[in-house]
């Protein structure tokens, strides 16, 4: 069977879900083998063996993580080199993202970003890729060198299949002129408690509506687990980092429920969250576009209908 | 300084978009279209850095006939010239075909500084400038919130899931700078009249010594296979909070539908 190569995404070996995803999809095309960059592989193996990695490789020269993303391109295409995967898989996120497009030019390869769903076709893996704000669904092949993918999160739903790969050290030569843009300074955000936005189950989004005050949103939040997410009008308003923003210029979600408070539902907005199983919206506007898309709707002040909602929800809780 | 704005002419995200029947490629010649939101942002990077020094501003595009509207549009805004890449044989182009046609006319335009959006608003693959780094061997620093030109060195804030990064390469290099950089300008009636006598050249791919067979729909790397417009959503609930039962109501949907 055919070598299926997966980047492993992770924070300090502390292996994310897309990659679980991620490992999930490669079976279906071939044998998944996983390329682990960076330290505390050791960490990681038990996460990569339980989704079905037939092998790691693992990549620990720490140039790799010093620059931008040029020598982790570089140090792909040597692997692929000598693996050569019948297809390749990265995390859609704007590293994995800028990956794929140097490996793309590399191994001059067509590459399908943003792909929601990866299935074995006959001449190889057929994607569907969710466009014009989730207006269109579209699919589509590679057809031209080793078909290079970015999944989006919640692509596949993570299934176990027990191994125990063995871990290869892989040496790169990375090159200088890879090593020309660097990271000189990195502030870490803090840790919020709250699910990962672009993998939780359920998001709550707050808008201008809410007037600054997200208080209402995070409690809301925190009474169903959820993740917090803004809108642009929100974040440039300064009220919530961009990190949060859903929408086109933000992150694109796919969660069970998307929940809009004081969001008028723009295009824009639309575009980052149309694909969500349910939505509901809270907005004192009943001609707000965002109704269309609801799958339930109050009509109201959200100041109002958040805080008694919450309440009730931490009743029946407890 | 040469700096060269890489701008895309799309499909107006606000009017009807869609794919042409006959081979599934975005519809860009039937619909009205504009001047990537997105790369406004980096004709607004391109002019700061050329205020705050010293440079000339072209704006280079690839796209059909009307994508001249986009090259018009960042000249009002006050870049210097244009250049637009237009050939029967473009059509149909991707990412890897298009980013080969950017890097050779910015091979010829000689550019020390090329400033790209963070993506496109039709494809928003977010992925040419990495791949146009990629062919002209150049650094890129990529999705800039804030940038600063020293000399040389060109320093970006980059906001990312986990961390702010500040970036840092040297001259040539490629920038692109996200929604977060700074508020792209509007053109003033000064600028629209003085955008109509600045020069604008037109290059084919012989003037990039491209063959045809390397861009255009019948080189693709990838080929879309199906089209499929999102069924409408079925219409759903909507109460009004007059009485005070909205958070009531609201419950009992979250419930029933196991959100609970
Ligand atoms: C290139 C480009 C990219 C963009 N990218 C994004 C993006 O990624 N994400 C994004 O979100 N936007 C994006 N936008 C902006 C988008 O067009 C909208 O401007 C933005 O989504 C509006 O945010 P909003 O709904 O919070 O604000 P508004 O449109 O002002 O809506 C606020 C809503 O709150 C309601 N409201 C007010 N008070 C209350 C209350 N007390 N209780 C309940 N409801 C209340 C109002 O009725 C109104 O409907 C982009 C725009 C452009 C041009
Ligand atoms: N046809 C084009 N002409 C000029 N610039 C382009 C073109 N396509 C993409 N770009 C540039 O590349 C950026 C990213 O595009 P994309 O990878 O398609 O999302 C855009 O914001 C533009 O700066």
């Given at each position: 069977?055919?070598?299926?190569?997966?980047?492993?995404?992770?924070?300090?070996?502390?292996?994310?879900?897309?990659?679980?995803?991620?490992?999930?999809?490669?079976?279906?095309?071939?044998?998944?083998?996983?390329?682990?960059?960076?330290?505390?592989?050791?960490?990681?193996?038990?996460?990569?063996?339980?989704?079905?990695?037939?092998?790691?490789?693992?990549?620990?020269?720490?140039?790799?993580?010093?620059?931008?993303?040029?020598?982790?391109?570089?140090?792909?295409?040597?692997?692929?080199?000598?693996?050569?995967?019948?297809?390749?898989?990265?995390?859609?996120?704007?590293?994995?993202k800028?990956?794929?497009?140097?490996?793309?030019?590399?191994?001059?390869?067509?590459?399908?970003?943003?792909?929601?769903?990866?299935?074995?076709?006959?001449?190889?893996?057929?994607?569907?890729?969710?466009?014009?704000?989730?207006?269109?669904?579209?699919?589509?092949?590679?057809t031209?060198?080793?078909?290079?993918?970015?999944?989006?999160?919640?692509?596949?739903?993570?299934?176990?299949?027990e191994?125990?790969?063995?871990?290869?050290?892989?040496?790169?030569?990375?090159?200088?002129?890879?090593?020309?843009?660097?990271?000189?300074?990195?502030?870490?955000?803090?840790?919020?408690?709250?699910?990962?936005?672009?993998?939780?189950?359920?998001?709550?989004?707050g808008?201008?509506?809410?007037?600054?005050?997200?208080?209402?949103?995070?409690?809301?939040?925190?009474?169903?687990?959820?993740?917090?997410?803004?809108?642009?009008?929100?974040?440039?308003?300064?009220?919530?980092?961009?990190?949060?923003?859903?929408?086109?210029?933000?992150?694109?979600?796919?969660?069970?429920?998307?929940?809009?408070?004081?969001?008028?539902?723009?295009?824009?907005?639309?575009?980052?969250?149309?694909?969500?199983?349910?939505i509901?919206?809270?907005?004192?506007?009943?001609?707000?576009?965002?109704?269309?898309?609801?799958?339930?709707?109050?009509?109201?002040?959200?100041h109002?209908?958040?805080?008694?909602?919450?309440?009730?929800?931490?009743?029946?809780?407890? | 300084?040469?700096?060269?704005v890489?701008?895309?002419?799309?499909?107006?995200?606000?009017?009807?978009?869609?794919?042409?029947?006959?081979?599934?490629?975005?519809?860009?010649?039937?619909?009205?279209?504009?001047?990537?939101?997105?790369?406004?942002?980096?004709?607004?990077?391109?002019?700061?850095?050329?205020?705050?020094g010293?440079?000339?501003?072209?704006?280079?595009?690839?796209?059909?006939?009307?994508?001249?509207?986009?090259?018009?549009?960042?000249?009002?805004?006050?870049?210097?010239?244009?250049?637009?890449?237009?050939?029967?044989?473009?059509?149909?182009?991707?990412?890897?075909?298009?980013?080969?046609i950017?890097?050779?006319?910015?091979?010829?335009?000689?550019?020390?500084?090329?400033?790209?959006?963070?993506?496109?608003?039709?494809?928003?693959?977010?992925?040419?400038?990495?791949?146009?780094s990629?062919?002209?061997?150049?650094?890129?620093?990529?999705?800039?919130?804030?940038?600063?030109?020293?000399?040389?060195?060109?320093?970006?804030?980059?906001?990312?899931?986990?961390?702010?990064?500040?970036?840092?390469?040297?001259?040539?290099?490629?920038?692109?700078?996200?929604?977060?950089?700074?508020?792209?300008?509007?053109?003033?009636?000064?600028?629209?009249?003085a955008?109509?006598?600045?020069?604008?050249?037109?290059?084919?791919?012989?003037?990039?010594?491209?063959?045809?067979?390397?861009?255009?729909?019948?080189?693709?790397?990838?080929?879309?296979?199906?089209?499929?417009?999102r069924?409408?959503?079925?219409?759903?609930?909507?109460?009004?909070?007059?009485?005070?039962?909205?958070?009531?109501?609201?419950?009992?949907?979250?419930?029933?539908?196991?959100?609970?």
């Open positions: 069977m055919s070598n299926v190569l997966v980047l492993v995404d992770h924070t300090g070996g502390k292996v994310r879900k897309t990659t679980a995803e991620l490992l999930t999809i490669a079976r279906r095309l071939g044998e998944p083998v996983a390329v682990y960059i960076g330290e505390g592989v050791q960490d990681a193996l038990p996460a990569l063996g339980q989704y079905g990695a037939t092998k790691v490789i693992a990549l620990t020269d720490p140039e790799l993580s010093q620059y931008l993303v040029a020598p982790k391109a570089e140090a792909l295409q040597q692997v692929a080199a000598k693996i050569e995967p019948s297809a390749i898989l990265i995390s859609s996120n704007a590293e994995g800028e990956i794929a497009a140097r490996l793309a030019v590399k191994l001059d390869s067509g590459l399908i970003t943003d792909a929601v769903d990866v299935q074995a076709g006959d001449s190889g893996p057929v994607t569907t890729q969710s466009v014009f704000a989730g207006n269109y669904s579209v699919q589509a092949k590679v031209h060198g080793t078909p290079i993918i970015t999944v989006k999160p919640n692509a596949a739903t993570p299934e176990a299949a191994t125990s790969p063995e871990v290869e050290e892989f040496d790169v030569t990375i090159s200088d002129a890879a090593k020309t843009a660097r990271i000189t300074e990195s502030k870490p955000r803090e840790a919020t408690g709250r699910p990962e936005l672009t993998e939780a189950a359920i998001i709550v989004s808008g201008r509506g809410t007037g600054g005050d997200f208080a209402p949103i995070e409690a809301f939040a925190d009474s169903l687990g959820a993740a917090v997410g803004a809108s642009r009008a929100a974040v440039d308003s300064g009220w919530y980092p961009h990190a949060y923003q859903v929408g086109q210029t933000g992150k694109t979600v796919s969660p069970q429920l998307y929940i809009a408070a004081g969001i008028s539902g723009a295009i824009q907005h639309r575009a980052g969250m149309q694909t969500s199983k349910t509901i919206a809270i907005n004192k506007d009943e001609e707000a576009p965002i109704f269309e898309l609801v799958d339930f709707g109050v009509v109201g002040d959200l109002k209908v958040l805080p008694a909602t919450t309440t009730e929800v931490n009743n029946r809780k407890s | 300084m040469k700096i060269v890489c701008a895309k002419f799309v499909p107006d995200a606000t009017a009807d978009r869609r794919f042409r029947s006959e081979d599934n490629t975005v519809d860009r010649a039937g619909v009205d279209g504009l001047l990537s939101e997105l790369d406004e942002y980096a004709v607004e990077t391109a002019l700061t850095v050329k205020e705050a010293e440079g000339e501003v072209t704006i280079l595009t690839v796209g059909p006939e009307q994508a001249a509207d986009a090259i018009k549009k960042g000249l009002q805004m006050g870049a210097d010239a244009g250049v637009h890449v237009n050939d029967e044989g473009i059509h149909g182009s991707d990412a890897v075909a298009t980013s080969l950017l890097a050779k006319a910015l091979g010829k335009l000689e550019a020390d500084l090329v400033v790209f959006g963070m993506a496109s608003t039709d494809g928003s693959m977010g992925v040419v400038p990495a791949m146009v990629e062919r002209l061997g150049l650094p890129a620093v990529t999705l800039g919130s804030s940038v600063t030109v020293e000399g040389t060195t060109v320093r970006i804030r980059r906001d990312g899931d986990t961390a702010s990064d500040t970036v840092e390469g040297t001259l040539p290099l490629v920038l692109s700078v996200s929604d977060q950089s700074g508020e792209p300008r509007y053109p003033s009636f000064k600028g629209i009249m955008a109509k006598k600045k020069p604008v050249e037109t290059w084919s791919l012989a003037d990039l010594e491209i063959s045809p067979d390397q861009v255009g729909a019948a080189s693709a790397f990838t080929e879309v296979t199906e089209v499929t417009a069924p409408p959503r079925s219409a759903g609930t909507i109460v009004t909070d007059e009485d005070g039962s909205g958070a009531a109501q609201l419950v009992e949907f979250l419930s029933t539908n196991k959100f609970l």
